[in-house]
């Protein structure tokens, strides 16, 4: 057993079994799985997210492995990525409570709870309207420079976030916004994965999903070479030459994952 409490979970929970307590928890239910279950709660007017694993079975495991999709198998996958990027300094959630019960992978209870980014907008909301009114220049530019910079320090890191999307980068909103006084963070990362390297891979799955969720935001091709010239951290000339292949199916699969989400998302198709 695994057991890390810091306040107000210490104080709360003294004495008490962590384990029970936490499946008492109330509040805004986000996601209800037979195996997992989020939600936020608040604790002497504070709010928190509450993410609770109860194992997913021995059958899903195998079916997750048969279709070479890697299962999340606890908060344990959580709570390392947010240490590894609070190391290396990437911005991201903090933890107050982790906990993790039981050896077999199937069954296994655990927890994870952060505290809530509040206020803040998802990036994705934030530069939903940057075709019809496009923001300043320098704005863009710096929120470009700096999606880049944390994307490129957590896979140097040896961390891949395998839902790395625009939606979950968090802007901070407790003050005005301008390109020279802005703060994001990097949120939902109980699919994350932690080695010392991240193989080429899942680097490059990171990759066309962060591409793909900022294709209709009005990027240009200067916004797209500033970012790789950030995110790599060497020139452009290095860049187009030693990464062209990366840089060609990185538009393949966006376009493929374009083309799967219109025909998802289409008039009639959850009928």
């Known amino acids: 057993m695994r057991l890390i409490l810091a306040e107000p979970f210490k104080t709360l929970w003294r004495d008490k079994d962590a384990f029970v307590e936490v499946e008492h ?14 939600l936020r709660t608040e604790v002497d007017g504070r709010g928190y997210f509450v993410k609770i694993h109860r ?14 999709k890697a299962p999340v198998l606890g908060a344990g996958q959580e709570w390392r990525a947010i240490q590894r990027l609070h190391e ?54 710096a929120l470009i420079a700096e999606v880049a910079q944390m994307a490129g320090t957590m896979h140097r890191a040896g961390v891949n976030h395998r839902d790395f999307y625009i939606c979950h980068f968090l802007l901070h909103t407790d003050k005005a916004v301008t390109a020279d006084d802005f703060r994001l963070s990097l949120i939902d990362l109980h699919r994350a994965q932690t080695r010392a390297a991240t193989p080429r891979r899942w680097r490059n799955k990171d990759l066309a999903g ?38 060609s199916w990185l538009e393949s699969k966006a376009e493929r994952l374009q083309i799967r989400y219109e025909r998802r ?7």
């Open 210 to 247: 962060l591409y793909f969720s900022a294709l209709n935001i009005g990027l240009t091709r200067r916004d797209k070479l500033r970012f790789l010239r950030g995110y790599f951290q060497r020139s452009l000339r290095e860049i187009l030459a030693d990464e062209a292949a990366l840089l």
């Open 88 to 141: 290396v300094g990437v911005p991201t959630m903090t933890a107050v409570a982790y906990g993790e019960r039981g050896s077999n992978p199937a069954t296994q209870h655990s927890f994870i709870i952060t505290e809530e980014l509040a206020p803040t907008i998802s990036l994705e909301d934030f530069a939903a309207n940057w075709l019809e009114q496009p923001p300043a220049p320098t704005l863009k530019r």
């Open 265 to 271: 998302y289409a008039p009639g198709a959850q009928e």
């Open 25 to 38: 928890l109330e509040g805004q239910v986000y996601r209800e799985l037979e195996g997992r279950r989020t």
């Open 55 to 68: 194992g997913i079975g021995w059958g899903e495991i195998a079916k997750n492995l048969l279709t070479a």
